[in-house]
Nanobody
Framework: QVQLVESGGGLVQAGGSLRLSCAAS????????LGWFRQAPGKEREFVAA????????????DYADSVKGRCTISRDDANNTMYLQMSSLKPEDTAVYYC??????????????????WGQGTQVTVSS
């Protein structure tokens, strides 16, 4: 059974940093696209970052939403089946529940919730002004 479990959320002041983790179990995710999404109250779930495998290039690529580019870094530790999102210079508008997700087929639509097969339960990030 595939399971994704996020951790690392919390309350932080504006300008601060957090590192979110996503522990995966149930299979090996080394060739999966792994993504982070977030959902603020009253808003739709939105793309934050993705870490995707290119079989052709035999390497990983990272992609970011414009709203977090330059402030977030996505990474993964395949040995431990864990993905991370390092966030810095946090703003109140970053407040949301953050979800990790995994996609098996590297469809290329990594920015869409529809591409992902597996989701975690979410972790709350609150940034105070």
């Amino acid at each position: 059974q595939v399971q994704l479990v996020e951790s690392g959320g919390g309350l932080v002041q504006a300008g601060g940093s957090l590192r979110l983790s996503c522990a995966a179990s149930g299979r090996t995710f080394s060739t999966y696209t792994l993504g982070w999404f977030r959902q603020a109250p009253g808003k739709e779930r939105e793309f934050v970052a993705a870490h995707r495998w290119s079989g052709a290039a035999r390497t990983y690529y990272a992609d970011y939403a414009d709203s977090v580019k330059g402030r977030c870094t996505i990474s993964r530790d395949d040995a431990n089946n864990t993905m991370y999102l390092q966030m810095s210079s946090l703003k109140p508008e970053d407040t949301a529940v953050y979800y990790c997700a995994a996609e098996a087929f590297n469809s290329g639509t990594y920015y869409s919730t529809n591409a992902y097969h597996y989701w975690g339960q979410g972790t709350q990030v609150t940034v105070s002004s």
